[in-house]
């Protein structure tokens, strides 16, 4: 019976994926060019969005004191490790000091890295809906897709969304 149900929930999410449906919490977009996002990482190395041009990129927006970005987190953690090598995770904490966005990374999801949104100017322009906000920015720099708060980014719907935005190419 557990084989059984294991089998249909399987098959519901390739039928879906299949159709073009999004995973729960996407929404389309209209193709609007993306706002412009030039910021440093702790370490002080400059990720400008404009050069990443060509590929699909994750822009997902974030804050240590938001509950569900802490708890999503972990699965983003996750989902680095399985994602498409073609998709460029860009995260950007808003309006946090180094100190506290080194302090929680290092805690909750130490090998992830953070463009720091100090003056909170960047996420202005983005404007997300609220936090964590995620964007995806197809390779010709147009917004295609929004999540709205935390999702499971390490589960079955949402990893064949992201294979399906940079599908391997065969020679």
Not at 124 to 151: K, M
């Amino acid at each position: 019976m557990i084989a059984r149900g294991l089998l249909l929930s399987f098959l519901l999410c390739v039928t879906s994926a299949q159709a073009g449906t999004l995973p729960e919490g996407l929404i389309k977009l209209d193709g609007r060019p993306a706002p412009a996002l030039k910021l440093s990482d702790l370490d002080g190395k400059i990720t400008d969005l404009a050069a990443l041009r060509g590929q699909w990129v994750m822009v997902h927006f974030w804050a240590s004191w938001c509950g569900p970005c802490r708890r999503e987190l972990p699965a983003i953690a996750a989902m680095v490790q399985t994602k498409p090598a073609a998709l460029a995770l860009v995260m950007v904490n808003t309006a946090e000091t180094e100190d506290e966005v080194f302090a929680f990374l290092a805690s909750v999801a130490p090998a992830l890295s953070t463009l720091l949104d100090k003056d909170g100017q960047v996420t202005e322009r983005w404007q997300p809906r609220g936090l964590p906000s995620t964007f995806f920015v197809d390779p010709r720099g147009r917004l295609r897709y929004l999540a709205l708060g935390g999702r499971p980014w390490d589960t079955g719907p949402y990893q064949h969304f992201l294979a399906s935005l940079t599908p391997e190419r065969k020679n």
